[in-house]
């Protein structure tokens, strides 16, 4: 890793690690500064593929969220899917056949999702009362909807930033 790097994956932490510290403070736009700080582990892989400094980017700003942010719900967001997802999206679709591709996305999620619903019911609401096997569906289809959508706007961004910005990123 060089020096030009290594600040470059400085200053998108630290640009990430605001987002979320905005998404903890201000009530209503936790999600859209959680997604907005999950596209920077993206940047480095438009251009030269930097897997490495990617991986780096998303560690520190997961340990570095988990300290600062107040709302720990942003944090665990940003650990769980929006940090991690962008990097593996990006090795899903640049080694893996067109076809199973989808369906390994898909997987992910829904292994994401699996644990976070357990950590939510048996970690750290211990008292919350799961009711009804139709409603736990109709939310893992809503999420499952969702994460499609997600997953078409982060393709578009992501080919947005690779048009916009400048060759040596």
């Given at each position: 890793m060089g020096a030009r790097e290594?600040?470059?994956?400085?200053?998108?932490?630290a640009v990430a690690v605001?987002?979320?510290?905005?998404?903890?403070?201000?009530t209503y736009v936790g999600v859209a500064a959680c997604v907005a700080a999950g596209v920077t582990s993206a940047v480095p892989l438009l251009r030269?593929?930097?897997?490495?400094?990617?991986?780096?980017?998303?560690?520190?700003?997961?340990?570095?969220?988990?300290?600062?942010?107040?709302r720990k719900v942003v944090v665990a967001a940003y650990v769980l899917l929006?940090?991690?997802y962008p990097i593996v999206k990006f090795l899903i679709e640049s080694r893996v056949p067109l076809r199973a591709q989808w369906g390994l996305k898909l997987a992910y999620f829904n292994i994401v999702l699996a644990v976070a619903g357990v950590l939510a019911v048996f970690v750290f609401f211990p008292g919350m009362a799961?009711?009804?096997?139709?409603?736990i569906a109709a939310v893992w289809f809503a999420a499952n909807v969702g994460f499609f959508i997600y997953d078409v706007a982060l393709s578009r961004l992501i080919a947005l930033l690779r048009a916009s910005l400048p060759p040596d990123c």
């Open positions: 290594i600040a470059r994956g400085g200053l998108l932490a605001a987002l979320l510290y905005v998404g903890g403070t201000a030269r593929a930097r897997v490495r400094t990617a991986v780096m980017l998303y560690l520190t700003v997961s340990v570095l969220s988990a300290l600062l942010v107040p929006c940090g991690l799961v009711t009804g096997l139709f409603r």
